[in-house]
């Protein structure tokens, strides 16, 4: 008996995805770009089902002890969730998608009823938001652009605008103008916590490519200076990109050892410290890093991120900012790690904690607390 078109890829691209170690999202695009016959309507299906796999991986794993992915993936088109989610017979990490120590850690933070919803949530699909860019365009003037999609402004960020369902949103022509880029309510909201006003010096020390930092730039006119770290050199030439597109002109970029890292001591307005992190808040769009966590890697994260701080707080100025951001909803990467900072440096708190659960439909769980750097006694 033949194999469905789109069964045949789906288990084609688990086997070897299984022998690779790229991301998921890389390595299916990779797997795309090989197959080029492949239509939009198959790419969603064959992309919607193997996300879907990875993210049950530990209910497979339990229910199918085979490692063929043809029959794994037929199992998976006959799941009855609502059912297994309520079989005791199944231990509870696996009916819930999660690896048995993220589990423990959620019930230990948020205890088992909570727990449960979290790891539910972190099991959906996560929606499509964008940003837009207030240098070039208005909120109103995209959503009447973009109404044939069903686009709706976000409720929690000024600049925000979700979509009801995926769309190839990088081909929009309005993206190729630099009218928007995609970013997470959550993160939107932890970006705005960096007021930056014109005139100011602006370290973002973690910076990737720079999504956050596109967020604070407007504010400041164009005046004052952003200075983007990372340590990921082809980070900072996306980064590059993104601010040549989004027609931001005050920014600098800085790998490991630029000569202007000595001339930045004491004298930042504003450091933003995006640290890396378990990205437990944000698991639903990476589903294949739940198989990475475990206790030992969670521990090497706290340190990882102490050293960032005590790295990064020499370059904040006295009385400056300093702040401090996860996509982690783990409070040993983020409450246990704010008393450490307090106890450790002479920061004090200079805003409430924000502390953003993911929400189903909705935002990413996020975390961010801004301290400000204590000036010393004379």
């Known amino acids: 008996?033949?194999?469905?078109?789109?069964?045949?890829?789906?288990?084609a691209f688990l086997s070897r995805y299984a022998s690779g170690k790229a991301p998921l999202d890389l390595a299916l695009s990779g797997y795309f770009k090989s197959h080029k016959s492949l239509g939009a309507r198959d790419r969603k299906t064959i992309g919607e089902a193997v996300f879907g796999m990875v993210r049950w991986k530990t209910l497979l794993d339990h229910l199918c002890p085979s490692p063929d992915p043809l029959?794994?993936?037929?199992?998976?088109?006959?799941?009855?969730?609502?059912?297994?989610l309520s079989d005791p017979s199944i231990p509870e990490p696996a009916r819930l998608g999660v690896p048995e120590t993220l589990f423990e850690e959620l019930?230990?933070?948020?205890?088992?009823?909570?727990?449960?919803r979290l790891c539910r949530i972190l099991n959906?699909?996560?929606?499509?938001?964008v940003r837009i860019n207030p240098l070039k365009t208005t909120r109103d003037s995209l959503l009447s652009r973009w109404a044939e999609h069903g686009a709706a402004p976000c409720e929690q960020t000024p600049h925000g605008i979700r979509f009801p369902k995926r769309l190839p949103l990088f081909s929009f022509p309005e993206f190729k103008?630099?009218?928007?880029?995609?970013?997470?309510?959550?993160?939107q909201r932890v970006a705005s916590l960096v007021a930056a006003n014109p005139g100011e010096t602006i370290l973002d020390f973690c910076s990737g490519s720079g999504g956050k930092s596109l967020a604070f730039a407007p504010g400041m006119g164009g005046k004052g200076q952003i200075y983007l770290h990372d340590i990921r050199l082809h980070?900072?030439?996306e980064a590059k990109k993104r601010f040549r597109r989004a027609g931001i002109q005050n920014a600098q970029f800085l790998p490991p050892g630029h000569s202007q890292f000595s001339r930045l001591k004491n004298k930042c307005d504003w450091v933003l410290i995006d640290v890396p992190c378990s990205g437990s808040g944000t698991l639903r769009r990476n589903p294949d890093q739940k198989w990475n966590f475990d206790a030992p890697m969670l521990e090497r994260l706290v340190q990882t991120q102490r050293q960032i701080a005590e790295a990064a707080l020499p370059f904040v100025k006295p009385g400056g900012k300093l702040v401090y951001a996860t996509c982690s909803i783990l409070s040993k990467e983020n409450q246990s790690q704010i008393a450490f900072f307090l106890n450790t440096y002479p920061?004090?708190?200079?805003?409430?904690?924000?502390?953003l659960l993911p929400e189903e439909g909705g935002a990413d769980g996020f975390f961010a607390a801004v301290f400000q750097k204590i000036n010393p006694v004379v």
């Open 107 to 116: 019930a230990a933070d948020y205890g088992k009823p909570e727990a449960r």
């Open 124 to 129: 959906t699909q996560a929606p499509v938001t």
């Open 71 to 84: 029959e794994r993936f037929r199992l998976y088109k006959t799941l009855d969730f609502n059912r297994t």
């Open 1 to 11: 008996m033949a194999i469905p078109f789109c069964d045949h890829h789906i288990a």
């Open 347 to 355: 920061l004090r708190l200079a805003h409430p904690l924000l502390s």
């Open 235 to 237: 980070a900072l030439q």
């Open 177 to 187: 103008e630099g009218l928007f880029e995609v970013q997470d309510e959550g993160s």
